[in-house]
């Protein structure tokens, strides 16, 4: 991997409804793989990842303030619930964490996004998905 200028940790799944100690150990193993990767000279961006208001507990710990951050609405937006789950805990990270800039893998749709570009700055990756049908979307 040193080929590359850096890397984003796993986007490891934390679900709504998920078990606790499942989502705890996800959290875990994005952030070990995060130091594994930093210990051996490769720069990181963290992503982030949570569920729902239980899981703010801990899914924000151990990652850096003002810095660059990435997170993934992949597979985690579809009903209402998750969508308005997402932008709830987007905001608790922008509140938390102060980041600079945030990657953003996949869609951004308004009812998400909408009014949170005063916060920090958002870079939009469209997802494999979207890339092969940008012309249906």
Known sequence: MSQYDGALTPDCTLAIGQLDYLQMTNTYFNRAVGVYLQQHGIPVIPTVRWSDEDSFRY????????????????????????????????????????????????????????????????????????????DEV
Not at 70 to 88: D, P, W, Y
Not at 120 to 126: A, C, D, I, L
């Open 59 to 134: 899914c924000f710990n151990g990652l850096p303030k003002h810095s660059i951050l990435a997170v993934s609405t992949h597979g985690c937006i579809k009903s209402n619930e998750q969508k308005r789950m997402f932008r709830t805990g987007l905001i608790k990270m922008i509140e938390l964490l102060e980041p600079t800039d945030v990657i953003v893998h996949g869609y951004m749709p308004l009812s998400i996004f909408e009014g949170l570009e005063k916060l920090t700055r958002f870079h939009n990756y469209p997802n494999h998905f979207e890339k092969c049908r940008k």
